[in-house]
Nanobody
């Protein structure tokens, strides 16, 4: 079974930056599409950003130009660089590894709080 471990969350002031990391083990990381999702209290789970095995990226409109997803296949790690953070970015952020069903794995989540 895959293991995904997120890190890098925390409390940051509006306009600040954070870098999330997700270390992946027990699967062939390089062939998986990786994604970052988030869920805020009272809101739906939403896809923030994704990156394919070939390096193609996609972003939610709300984070375009502020967030950057990247992957390091040598380190089995996916990153989410978050700049210009706003209070509405406050959420639990989850890492996801996805291939054809049933290969769909999740991390435990990391809290990001944007507040002054």
């Amino acid at each position: 079974q895959a293991q995904l471990v997120e890190s890098g969350g925390g409390l940051v002031q509006p306009g600040g930056s954070l870098r999330l990391s997700c270390a992946v083990s027990r699967i062939l990381f390089s062939i998986y599409t990786m994604g970052w999702y988030r869920q805020a209290p009272g809101k739906q789970h939403e896809l923030v950003a994704s990156i394919t095995s070939g390096g193609s990226t996609a972003y939610a409109d709300s984070v375009k130009g502020r967030f950057t997803i990247s992957r390091d296949n040598a380190k089995n790690t996916v990153y989410l660089q978050m700049n210009s953070l706003q209070p509405e970015d406050t959420a639990v952020y989850y890492c996801n590894a996805r291939l054809d069903p049933p290969n769909d794995y999740w991390g435990q989540g990391t809290q990001v709080t944007v507040s002054s």
